[in-house]
T-cell receptor, first 110, second 113 residues
Framework: QKEVEQNSGPLSVPEGAIASLNCTYSDRGSQSFFWYRQYSGKSPELIMSIYSNGDKEDGRFTAQLNKASQYVSLLIRDSQPSDSATYLC??????????FGAGTRLFVKA | EAGVAQSPRYKIIEKRQSVAFWCNPISGHATLYWYQQILGQGPKLLIQFQNNGVVDDSQLPKDRFSAERLKGVDSTLKIQPAKLEDSAVYLCASSLVSGDSDTFGSGTRLTVV
């Protein structure tokens, strides 16, 4: 059974701090990795995608991928109260079988 | 560009009744997905279409769930008969190609009583 594991949280950080979200996956064939943000009562929306080992930065967000350790992370710099949401990690193998983790709830305190 | 359209937004039915959901993906997106998201869990892929062909339906409870994508555009997901444990949000998503990130519709919240 292919799985994506995330700490359910909640992760609470003060405004302006760095939030670090982590994800591990079991399928070594995974090729695509995604972070989605989901506000309460809303649908997931894509934050970052990453396909190769290393870091990928987009504004305040940095995704990190380590395929050897089967580990993906998302860093949110200068966290804002509007970042409070559930963050979903997802993996995909060759365009098939997208698997989502259960998500980590993040609270950013003003 | 217009997003992924879904209807209805909410549905309440009694157990053993049937229900259908509709999805219109982003124009030009060949891949369409139906997900089930139970409260507190991540989305679970039910079925993936590439144009009008099924790519993966390994987690679709085929004794009660069915889905079709006619002409490779719109799609419907049906549940018959519904069970209490089917209460969830049903999300439709599409992507330009398989393996690309998904764009989600607003979802249909189903409550089975």
């Amino acid at each position: 059974q292919k799985e994506v594991e995330q700490n359910s949280g909640p992760l609470s950080v003060p405004e302006g701090a760095i939030a670090s979200l982590n994800c591990t996956y079991s399928d070594r064939g995974s090729q695509s990795f995604f972070w989605y943000r989901q506000y309460s009562g809303k649908s997931p929306e894509l934050i970052m995608s990453i396909y190769s080992n290393g870091d990928k930065e987009d504004g305040r967000f940095t995704a990190q991928l380590n395929k050897a350790s089967q580990y993906v992370s998302l860093l949110i710099r200068d966290s804002q109260p509007s970042d409070s949401a559930t963050y979903l990690c997802a993996t995909s193998e060759g365009g098939f079988k997208t698997i989502f983790g259960a998500g980590t709830r993040l609270f950013v305190k003003a | 560009e217009a997003g992924v359209a879904q209807s209805p937004r909410y549905k309440i039915i009694e157990k053993r009744q049937s229900v259908a959901f509709w999805c219109n993906p982003i124009s030009g997106h060949a891949t369409l997905y139906w997900y089930q998201q139970i409260l507190g869990q991540g989305p679970k892929l039910l079925i993936q279409f590439q144009n009008n062909g099924v790519v993966d339906d390994s987690q679709l409870p085929k004794d009660r769930f069915s889905a079709e994508r006619l002409k490779g555009v719109d799609s419907t997901l049906k549940i018959q008969p519904a069970k209490l444990e089917d209460s969830a949000v049903y999300l439709c998503a599409s992507s330009l190609v398989s393996g690309d990130s998904d764009t989600f519709g607003s979802g249909t919240r189903l409550t089975v009583v």
